[in-house]
């Protein structure tokens, strides 16, 4: 066990000093965010004018929301995990990996967990200058059974998103090319995750068959919690509980996919 944890703990580390090599791209997304956080602010109070609520929320506990996912995309949101996955089979630089005593998903996974560390906290710098011109739209419940459901329900989410990604990263065995698979399930995970609109706003049949798909617990689960969107420890419990079993859905389906698709894999390169 402690042989395992000096292993990957160095790999964080050297994923940390990689990642703060290329700090500078972080910074510049992060701040292009912003552009995106200007959006949902317009957008959103000309959908209040006139209206003290929409779907039971004000117009400060809606910007709170989508302020709060912005932050959790930089944290927890797998960015291009799946095509560094894809590209290290393609080019049979997974070969090596195969002949050591390193567990490939572990090593990805620690690398992803360092470069969310970098890019969360670096999200923190421009939203800490625009904050006086937000702060006075933005509220947070304060009950706290919010933080201790919401951090593991964030941990998850990591684990989900990081999840995905490394599937279709996995393909790379079967097909040549991923972007077509990527690129849809972003299209789904933007609506369905609740990037787009906050999911409770849908009608009630599909808002319901919505917390049954992955998506849902990818950003806006651990967003709704934190925010106030899940209103009682009950419903987040339930949440708790599916999100749980995705999670050992996607490590079983990451299971079959690694080992059958060693199978196929020819050992060139790397």
């Given at each position: 066990?402690?042989?395992?944890?000096?292993?990957?703990?160095?790999?964080?580390?050297?994923?940390?000093?990689?990642?703060?090599?290329?700090?500078?791209?972080?910074?510049?997304?992060a701040?292009?965010?912003?552009?995106?956080?200007?959006a949902?602010?317009?957008?959103?109070?000309?959908?209040?004018a006139?209206k003290?609520?929409?779907g039971g929320?004000s117009l400060?506990?809606?910007?709170?929301?989508?302020?709060?996912l912005?932050?959790l995309?930089f944290?927890?949101?797998?960015?291009?995990?799946?095509?560094?996955?894809?590209e290290?089979?393609r080019?049979?630089?997974?070969?090596?990996?195969?002949?050591?005593p390193?567990?490939?998903?572990?090593?990805?996974?620690?690398?992803?967990?360092?470069?969310?560390?970098i890019?969360?906290?670096?999200?923190?710098v421009?939203?800490?200058?625009?904050?006086?011109?937000?702060?006075e739209?933005?509220?947070?419940?304060?009950?706290?059974?919010?933080?201790?459901?919401?951090?593991?329900?964030?941990?998850?989410?990591a684990?989900?998103?990081f999840?995905?990604?490394?599937?279709f990263?996995?393909?790379?065995?079967?097909f040549?090319?991923?972007?077509?698979?990527v690129?849809?399930?972003f299209?789904?995970e933007?609506?369905?995750g609740?990037q787009?609109?906050?999911?409770?706003?849908m009608?009630?049949g599909?808002?319901?068959?919505?917390?049954f798909?992955?998506y849902?617990y990818?950003?806006?689960?651990?967003?709704?919690?934190?925010t106030g969107?899940?209103?009682?420890?009950a419903e987040?419990?339930?949440?708790?509980?599916?999100?749980?079993?995705?999670?050992?859905?996607?490590l079983?389906?990451?299971?079959?996919?690694?080992?059958?698709g060693?199978?196929r894999?020819?050992?060139?390169?790397?």
């Amino acid at each position: 066990m402690r042989t395992a944890f000096h292993k990957y703990r160095h790999v964080f580390l050297v994923g940390v000093q990689s990642n703060l090599v290329y700090r500078w791209n972080f910074a510049i997304r992060a701040t292009f965010s912003l552009f995106h956080l200007i959006a949902a602010v317009t957008l959103w109070r000309a959908a209040f004018a006139g209206k003290t609520d929409i779907g039971g929320f004000s117009l400060a506990e809606t910007l709170t929301y989508f302020v709060t996912l912005m932050v959790l995309q930089f944290f927890i949101g797998a960015f291009n995990e799946d095509y560094q996955v894809s590209e290290e089979i393609r080019n049979g630089l997974i070969n090596q990996f195969l002949l050591k005593p390193v567990n490939y998903f572990a090593y990805r996974f620690t690398l992803f967990v360092s470069a969310r560390t970098i890019s969360g906290l670096l999200v923190l710098v421009p939203l800490a200058l625009v904050m006086p011109f937000l702060h006075e739209y933005l509220t947070l419940p304060s009950d706290p059974w919010r933080l201790w459901m919401g951090l593991p329900a964030l941990a998850m989410s990591a684990v989900i998103q990081f999840g995905i990604a490394f599937c279709f990263g996995l393909l790379s065995f079967w097909f040549l090319e991923i972007q077509s698979f990527v690129i849809l399930s972003f299209a789904v995970e933007t609506v369905l995750g609740g990037q787009v609109f906050p999911l409770d706003l849908m009608p009630a049949g599909l808002f319901r068959l919505s917390q049954f798909l992955p998506y849902y617990y990818q950003m806006y689960f651990p967003a709704a919690i934190l925010t106030g969107r899940i209103a009682t420890p009950a419903e987040a419990a339930v949440g708790l509980g599916i999100q749980a079993c995705w999670v050992v859905a996607l490590l079983g389906l990451i299971h079959v996919l690694w080992t059958r698709g060693l199978r196929r894999h020819t050992a060139v390169g790397g």
